[in-house]
């Protein structure tokens, strides 16, 4: 006997929206369980979690702020995943696009540059970001080379320059040779939205992506374009469709959105390059790119759930003395109910009676 | 539904805000750990100061810690969580916090911030560290006496001032017993990575050292040593444990004195900022004991800790001679002065590696 996964013949959509809640509700459950195992108040805890980083005006700028980063980098991986092209090195995209807009403020620190400091560099550290998007882009299309192993190489390459640099050229030269630049001049700084917060600029930008992504794909031929060529590659070659070219265009497109939440993430929270400036936001956005389901305003929400978990994981090991591993299994069982629930509204459970088959086949 | 649900909320609203009440007389002490609690190196070892403030003051405070905290754009979340949670006095327990707490500790000028091994600090702000050179020289002693080939392997974390001057103290010292001495320096770029840190040890081991020294924070290259029959010296925290026969001592971060007397500083209102950095005639950290090497060597290190004790021995004595084999100015009169070796970015002459990033 075997179980086997077996796909559905047809998708329920009511379904296909009710799993998320399914997915939350069982993971409520089992925390509830585990808090009452670990010997917590389960309600005090799930209200440190879920609740409590809702209710105060700081804890919400601080959901955007850490949000921000991850939704604009899962937009960008989401068109490259509907087109078929895995682009898994957003991490270092993420990190060029931090050295290059770095490289602007650096030079200009301490000149009276004006105002063109800030845009100039997050245009520069788009364009960075994209080109380098662009080199397992074009591997792929020209050589058949893996995008998946290139574009996830090209990380630590990434990571390595960015070392160099804080380490060796870019070093503070007040700052006892540790590993980082001087602090950014204020032209070279991200604007704060509130005064005294850390709600800055790049979150109203995340929110233009998003915009703008959920227009490509709902209403534009492009779009359309991504969308078929990822669902059904045959009817695309046969309408026409250029893969290569969607490949290039989407690796260029997701690489720019991670090099501009790179340097938004250096000019606005962090205020200078230094090694560790990406907590592996180019990795937790794949997970927030497949929990969105690969849709703009999904990955909108996707976003802001997986940043209410690190903030109300935060308050619950204050609140609540809870350890950060429970906030790792939490987070951890969290998306293992995700994916179930989504497997199972495609999939459905069948047992197998090998010995039946084999009587079949004799027959 | 809907407002039985609301009901449930403010209940709980209502339960969190009368159990932050009854804690309001008490003193609210935070901290930030950059790995686990149970790194058994660096973390573990501020961990443990912690609860020797709870077994010290017991009612009196209430603290909370933060581990896991990685030094990037989190940080200043974290702290700022603490501060807003009601801690009055905040320890953010390693160098990569120190901008962040400062922004936190401008914005909340009534909390008192305690950094550790950095170099800014302001009104509400103090800094603190140990000079932990003072235990590499004495290291660097034991090393060169027991070293049957004359090669030293040395994991380095990063190429900052404090380990770059835990070596050369090392390499000094050794010059001492043995001048054709050899330090084989391998760059791990982590604090904390077992697995990288065996790989160096095993790749240096390989180099021929026969005596492992790190500045990295697990006892993984200590197991590595220890299985191969070789020699180490722990880090951070007693790792005998983990190479019975292998450790020769270790530099134990002692924090609970200081942690201790800053509580109490904060709890008689008599708190200010400072600019700590002791040694070991402050016990900001101890060596462990001597072991593992006869009795003329254990003499050497007793002497020589007795004599920086005292500070009648200086791990940076004048002519201090550069990689270059110019001599290092000496701005100290007798030795090099403190913001020399804070801000050290040099190696001394004899080691065969060249500094990352010069």
Known sequence: ?363 | MRKSLLALAAGLLLAGSVSAASAADKLKVGFIYLGPIGDLGWTYQHELARQALVKEFGDKIETTYLENVPEGPDAERAIEQLVRAGNKLIFTTSFGYMDPTLKVAKKYPNVHFEHATGYKRDKNMSTYSSKWYQGRYIQGLIAAKMSKSGVLGYIGSFPIPEVVSGINATMLAAQTINPNIKVKIIWANTWFDPGKEADAAKALIDQGADVIMQHTDSPAAMQIASERGKLAFGQDSEMIKFGPKAQLTSILDTWAPYYIARVKAELDGTWKSEDTWGGLDSHMFAMAPYTNMPDDVKKIAEDAQAAITAGTLQPFKCPVIGQDGKEVECKGGTSLDAGQILGMNFYVKGIDDKLPGK
């Open chain 1, 1 to 363: 006997m075997q179980l086997v996964l077996e796909k559905r013949a047809e998708r329920s959509n009511t379904i296909a929206l009710v799993s998320p809640l399914i997915a939350i509700g069982l993971t409520i459950v089992t925390m509830t369980i585990l808090f009452a195992i670990i010997g917590k108040n389960p309600l005090l805890a799930l209200h440190a979690y879920f609740i409590a980083p809702l209710t105060d005006g700081y804890s919400l700028q601080e959901i955007a702020v850490k949000a921000t980063p991850l939704v604009m980098i899962a937009i960008g991986l989401s068109l490259c995943y509907l087109a078929n092209a895995w682009n898994i090195g957003a991490e270092g995209q993420f990190l060029i696009g931090a050295v290059a807009g770095s490289w602007i403020a650096v030079k200009t620190q301490g000149t009276d540059a004006g105002v063109w400091v800030l845009p100039a560099m997050l245009v520069l550290a788009a364009a960075a970001g994209a080109l380098y998007a662009l080199i397992p882009a074009i591997c792929k299309v020209k050589f058949g080379a893996s995008e998946i192993l290139t574009s996830l190489m090209l990380v630590y390459v990434a990571d390595l320059l960015l070392d160099y640099l804080v380490r060796g050229p870019w070093r503070d030269p007040n700052g006892f040779n540790f590993p980082t630049t001087a602090e950014f001049d204020p032209v070279a700084t991200v604007p704060l939205l509130i005064e005294g917060g850390r709600l800055h600029l790049g979150s109203i930008i995340a929110l233009l992506v998003v915009a703008s992504a959920a227009i490509l794909l709902g209403r534009t031929i492009k779009g359309f374009e991504i969308r078929v060529v990822g669902a059904a590659p045959r009817a695309a070659r046969f309408g026409g469709f250029n893969a290569n070219q969607l490949i290039i265009l989407t690796f260029a497109v997701s690489g720019a959105l991670a090099g501009l939440a790179g340097i938004i993430e250096v000019a606005g929270p962090v205020g200078h390059l230094q090694p560790g400036i990406s907590p592996g936001y180019g990795f937790t956005a794949i997970i927030v790119a497949f929990l969105g389901r690969l849709n703009p305003i999904g990955i909108l929400i996707a976003g802001l759930f997986l940043a209410l978990t690190f903030i109300g994981g935060e308050q619950a090991q204050i609140a609540m003395k809870i350890p950060l591993d429970v906030t790792k299994v939490f987070q951890g069982i969290l998306l293992f109910y995700v994916l179930a629930c989504d497997s199972l509204i495609l999939y459905r459970f069948k047992l197998v009676f090998p010995n039946r088959q084999v009587a079949r086949g004799a027959g």
